[in-house]
């Protein structure tokens, strides 16, 4: 793999990353007995949603520079690459557990703060691969995925805030 990314290929780990995410927040919806927490991580799960589709309509709409490879790939293996890197990084943290299981037996405010701890490691990500991407490249659609990630933050710091309160 080359030492930078294109567009193309941030926006499918952000896709990979919003569909753990959406998996993550079900299960921990289901996980916890406070209403108001399981309907803020249903909510989340929705928003993963969103940002899933809002990510692949910006796929969708890049250009043909953006989508320039930057590595040689004859045999087309960048997107499990790509599915792989995201997995390991964000939402999984390398546990190789499902969501279900990171979940169990764990306090309303455990998964809240867990949660927390999941958009802080998906926003480090992105800012990470900041790097990686040049301008040419579409580094500005980067941007939008951060500014995303920050609004999570932003909306779970609140809750947590709400429940300790």
Known sequence: MSDQFNA???LTMAVQIERNGQEFYREASSAVDDEQASTLLSDLAGWEHGHEALFESMRSDLTEE???STAIDPYGESEMYLKVMAD???FRQRTGKPAREMVAGR???EIIDLAIRFEKDSLLFFLGMERLVSP???KDR???VIDEE??????LER???RLKG
Do not use: A, P
């Not at 920050?150 to 909306?155: E, K, P, Q, V």
């Open 66 to 68: 953006e989508e320039s």
């Open 88 to 90: 390991d990084h964000v």
């Open 136 to 138: 040419r490249l579409g």
């Open 142 to 144: 980067l941007y939008k």
């Open 107 to 109: 306090s309303t405010q």
């Open 150 to 155: 920050i609004g999570h933050i932003s909306y």
């Open 8 to 10: 193309r290929e941030v």
């Open 159 to 161: 809750q947590r805030s």
